[in-house]
Nanobody
Framework: QVQLVESGGGLVQPGGSLTLSCTASGDIFTINGMGWYRQAPGNQRELVATTTSGDSTNYADSVKGRFTISKDYSKNTVYLQMDSLKPDDTAVYYC??????????????WGQGTQVTVSS
């Protein structure tokens, strides 16, 4: 079993910055990919950014040029640097990971979510 723990959310003014972190723990043999999704009230959960075991990254059009995803798989951690934040970025941000365990096949996991609020 794998657990994902996010941190770094909070309240920030428009134009400000936040950095989210997500660390995986448990039965981890290899991390195939990690990423961030978000869900605003009344909306479906949507992709924000993902990264694979290599150098590949993918961003939602709405965050390109403002958000940067990075990883340190030696620490089983993925980061999301969010700059030039807008009120529309307000949402619960969820970490997602595709991980193969020593004792299990690859599986997809979700964190509990961290609230990001952009408001003056």
């Amino acid at each position: 079993q794998v657990q994902l723990v996010e941190s770094g959310g909070g309240l920030v003014q428009p134009g400000g910055s936040l950095t989210l972190s997500c660390t995986a723990s448990g039965d981890i043999f290899t991390i195939n990919g990690m990423g961030w999704y978000r869900q605003a009230p009344g909306n479906q959960r949507e992709l924000v950014a993902t990264t694979t075991s290599g150098d590949s990254t993918n961003y939602a059009d709405s965050v390109k040029g403002r958000f940067t995803i990075s990883k340190d798989y030696s620490k089983n951690t993925v980061y999301l640097q969010m700059d030039s934040l807008k009120p529309d970025d307000t949402a619960v941000y969820y970490c997602n990971a595709d991980i193969r365990g020593w004792l299990s096949r690859s599986a997809n996991y979700w964190g509990q979510g961290t609230q990001v609020t952009v408001s003056s």
